[in-house]
């Protein structure tokens, strides 16, 4: 609660930044990330939005792989840390706009009940558990 406040009463670094950093650490990565959005939650208790832009050489048949997908999870976990977000939403496109699946490579991670269509939902315990070391 005091991190959430301290955001909000100029103590700490303004959620905008702190989703930026996460933004700047998936691009920075040697994951394939070409783009990534991150947007912060409205809320104490809302979703923390992650939308990436993958390198075409990491894709499989316009998916991407579950090592791959692994490593995006623990960036953002990790870089979400102090957050404390309800919950995070991911969504994976290539360079051209076309959507990624993340269906097979969420299952492959014991996480494909959490895939619904095009998004993959995360939440606040399952996010804690990916920044694990």
């Known amino acids: 609660m005091v991190t959430g406040l301290s955001a909000c009463f100029g103590f700490g670094p303004p ?27 409205a809320s104490f208790t809302g979703s923390l939005s992650v939308t990436v832009t993958l390198d075409e050489d990491v894709l499989h048949h ?6 791959d997908l692994d490593r995006i999870l623990e960036i953002v976990g990790r870089g979400g840390r102090d957050l404390r977000v309800g919950s995070a939403v991911y969504s994976a496109y290539d360079s051209e706009g ?31 558990k990916l920044a694990a070391p």
């Open 15 to 41: 959620l905008a930044e702190r989703a930026a950093k996460i933004a700047a650490a998936l691009e920075s990565s040697e994951v394939g990330v070409l783009l990534a959005d991150v947007a912060p939650p």
């Open 98 to 128: 076309r959507e990624v699946s993340l269906s097979n490579a969420a299952e492959e991670l014991g996480l494909g009940d959490n895939v619904s269509g095009d998004f993959m939902t995360l939440n606040g315990s399952q996010l804690e």
């Open 62 to 67: 316009s998916a991407i792989s579950a090592e």
